[in-house]
């Protein structure tokens, strides 16, 4: 039974990548077409954080802790890209929706905390 214990990934690391799999998928659903569709570096910008997140997600499969460092650094610029886009650039969100930039952060958030807490812990 231990065997079988040390084979599996630490629930910090899956925690972690659950996180990061959630922000993949938005990313590809939302994200991504969106920026395409806006002039400018935004496409090329979220696919390469995209990216990120999926080699991320395969490091912390074989539990090489860099893949907790992407997730980290995608969350920190999750935080600032609204930010850049919709305040900065002045681009209205494709949706018209003033508060939609709170979903993005509450992931990022929560993405920085359980990359964060499965460094200390996983």
């Known amino acids: 039974m231990e065997k079988e214990k040390s ?3 630490s629930i910090y690391y899956q925690i972690a990548m659950a996180m990061m799999l959630i922000q993949l998928v938005h990313k590809i659903v939302r994200e991504i077409p969106g920026s395409l569709n806006m002039e400018g570096p935004g496409g090329y910008v979220t696919v390469l954080f995209a990216f990120l997140l ?4 395969i490091l912390l499969l ?3 802790k860099w893949g907790l460092i992407f997730g980290f650094v995608d969350g920190v610029w999750m935080i600032f890209q609204p930010v850049l886009v919709h305040i900065i650039w002045a681009k209205p969100d494709i949706n018209g929706i003033w508060w939609y930039p709170v979903f993005p952060w509450v992931q ?7 990359c964060v ?3 200390k812990r996983g």
Do not use: H, S
Not at 54 to 57: A, C, L
Not at 108 to 114: G, K, N, V
């Open 62 to 64: 074989f539990r090489i």
């Open 117 to 119: 807490l499965a460094w």
């Open 7 to 9: 084979g599996r990934l």
């Open 108 to 114: 990022a958030i929560l993405m920085i905390y359980f």
């Open 54 to 57: 999926f080699v991320g997600i």
